[in-house]
């Protein structure tokens, strides 16, 4: 509720006009039965013409306050919602670019969808139901009964007792339905994760002959959704009917004892209707927020799934120094850009470290490159730098600053990256290149891809404008990685990342494409992570990882006599036939 209202707090203006807009619509609701009743009973009785057409012009003001303050009201508060829910949507978005990827893993890719998607639109609905639906009622029912008891206390007491069981039955509905709206949203993600992996995985699970194997899993998982939403539904079905003739007993009570009470002389004929009216109106309402109600634990859920992403404290703190303040490597390390002193870093939920007291420097002008099995720990080193996890151990820094000292963007943005799996966003090669540089011109991406080796995104009808499928998946793997190494290229940076960038091109493109590199990165340092000798084997450094540790460190002939590791990487890439 604390965060609803931090969200409704800059819309304070529009939440009061949207009330005001409301209040005026129930006035004229309320009004007319009372006017029509006045009418018949007064005007038409004594035939006064003045009267009806007076009351006439009453009745059309008080009609077009509810009318017009329906239609301003409903486009208020959907306005007012949407808006809410644009903002928390925005704040969970913003919250997870923010974590650190050990706090991103606590919900996981498919439950923080479900939970900027799927919840965020629960919390919408609820929002503008709440409004419309919820908020009258008290005003409704308060005034609709003493507007009847005003036309005959008898009757206002009648309705007093009807509204009264109405909402004991309605409290008690929504108290047992609770529990089943909150188990459904869990449901709801569970699904999303199972039909994420589904679906992303498609090719692998047909190669694997296994459809049958996971259908029988996600019609498990539906099964389970199923079954509580048809608990829903059955609720539903039994609130309506019990609600409708709830109504009818109403409107059968008003008739019985409004028969009797203009029999009597007590009450006059039309006044029947006007009860009648205010009946029909309070316990339609009535039902309805009923039905929103029981919504509304669902949506409390809703909230509390956003809270969690808003609230969770990033591991990840930014520092305030920037790679302006001044602060160098020594004298006879200055030119060193990255540097990895005695660095040991354990991933949260695991034992022992995955890299353990690396000490070396990336040099500008230089290629350092990293070597290892499987497994080694090479792309950690990768991350590590970008600061997506901080060392545990040790220090890393960049341009002589601790990289704990510094900001994520400040580091990022002077480190250009290629991951290991290049992934491209849908769009076009120009707007994927442009991520790397907003302000490129068409001969700075043209450069870019001629050192990529990537002129075969030229040979193609629309050029730079080639249409880009969502993760470039209608390139292949090797065009893909060439066209993330160009994007990288686009920016100007201190130090180069390439993690098994090469490992998909062939051996002359990749020989071509390292020597093109050479060039562009003269005054920057590069880190080549790799899992081929022949793409470092001209390299300035190797440092040889084997299970997160440096085993050797040197160029290739020198590593070749001093390090085993290394001379059994390269003699089983030598048999494999290099
Ligand atoms: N998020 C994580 N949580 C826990 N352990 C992890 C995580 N990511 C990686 N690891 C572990 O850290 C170790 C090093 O992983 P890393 O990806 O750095 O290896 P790599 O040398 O790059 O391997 P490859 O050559 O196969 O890409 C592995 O044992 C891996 O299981």
């Known amino acids: 509720m604390r965060l609803l209202m931090r969200f409704l707090k800059p819309y304070r203006g529009l939440v009061a006009v949207t009330l005001l807009v409301l209040l005026v619509d129930n006035v004229g609701t309320l009004l ?22 007076r009351n006439g012009l009453y009745m059309f003001i008080a009609t077009s306050m509810a009318s017009g303050g329906t239609v301003l009201g409903c486009y208020l508060s959907a306005r007012l919602a949407a808006n809410v829910a644009c903002d928390i949507r925005n704040a969970v978005y913003d919250k997870s670019l923010e974590l650190a990827a050990s706090d991103f893993e606590r919900f996981g890719t498919g439950s923080m969808i479900t939970r900027s998607l799927n919840d965020i639109n629960v919390i919408q609905q609820a929002i503008l139901q709440t409004i419309q639906l919820v908020l009258p009622v008290p005003f409704l029912a308060v005034a609709g009964i003493i507007f009847a008891w005003f036309i005959d206390p008898a009757m206002g007491t009648l309705l007093g007792v009807v509204v009264a069981i109405v909402l004991v039955a309605a409290v008690f509905t929504v108290a047992n339905a609770a529990p089943i709206f909150m188990r459904l949203q869990g449901f709801i993600d569970r699904m ?41 539904n059955h609720l539903f079905v039994g609130l309506d009917s019990s609600s409708f003739f709830l109504m009818n007993i109403a409107e059968v009570a ?4 409004g028969g009797n009470r203009v029999g009597a002389h007590a009450m006059q004929i039309a006044s029947i209707s006007a009860v009648l009216e205010y009946a029909i109106l309070i316990l339609f309402f009535v039902m309805m927020a009923q039905m929103v109600v029981l919504t509304l634990p669902r949506a409390a859920a809703c909230l509390n799934r956003a809270q969690q992403v808003l609230e969770i404290e990033p591991s990840i703190v930014d520092g305030e120094r920037t ?5 160098r490597e020594p004298q006879d390390e200055a030119d060193a ?33 990293i070597v290892g099995s499987t497994g080694s720990g090479k792309s950690t080193v990768a991350k590590l730098l970008l600061r997506f996890h901080d060392a545990t151990k040790g220090s890393i820094r960049l341009n002589g600053v ?15 990256y290629v991951p290991q799996k290049a992934w491209l966003f849908s769009g076009t090669v120009a707007s994927n290149l442009r991520f790397g540089n907003e302000d490129a011109t068409e001969a700075d991406m043209l450069h870019a891809l001629r050192v990529a080796q990537s002129t075969f995104v030229l040979d193609q009808p629309q050029g730079l404008d080639t249409p880009v499928a969502q993760g470039g998946t209608n390139f292949s793997g090797g065009q893909r990685q060439r066209l993330a190494i160009a994007r990288a290229l686009m920016k100007h940076a201190d130090l180069y990342i390439f993690d098994d960038s090469f490992s998909a091109l062939d051996f002359k493109t990749d020989a071509a494409l390292r020597h093109a590199l050479q060039d562009e990165t003269r005054d920057a340092a590069v880190l080549i992570i790799a899992q081929r000798i022949s793409t470092i084997l ?11 540790e440096i085993v050797g460190l040197g160029t290739h002939s020198e590593l070749m006599e001093t390090c085993e590791v290394y001379r059994a990487i390269a003699e089983s890439q030598m048999k494999g036939g290099e």
Not at 323 to 327: I, T
Not at 402 to 416: F, K, P, T, Y
């Open 337 to 369: 850009v990255a540097v990895f002193d005695h660095m040991s870093f354990r991933f949260d939920d695991a034992d022992e470290d995955t890299l353990c007291d690396l000490s070396f420097a990336c040099r500008r002008g230089q290629t350092t490159a």
């Open 254 to 257: 008003v008739l019985w004892v």
């Open 192 to 232: 999303n994760v199972v039909l994420r992996e589904n679906i992303v995985g498609a090719r692998v699970i047909r190669a694997f002959n296994k459809e049958r194997h996971e259908e029988r899993r996600l019609d498990e998982v539906f099964s389970d959704y199923a079954a509580n939403a048809i608990k829903v």
């Open 323 to 327: 790679l302006d303040d001044g602060a």
């Open 402 to 416: 601790d990289l704990r000292e510094l900001s994520q963007g400040e580091i990022r943005g002077h480190i250009a």
């Open 32 to 53: 007319v039965p009372t006017m029509l009743a006045n009418m018949v009973n007064t005007g038409i009785t004594t035939g006064d013409v003045d009267y009806i057409l």
């Open 538 to 548: 001209h390299a300035d450094q190797i440092v040889v990882l084997k299970d997160g």
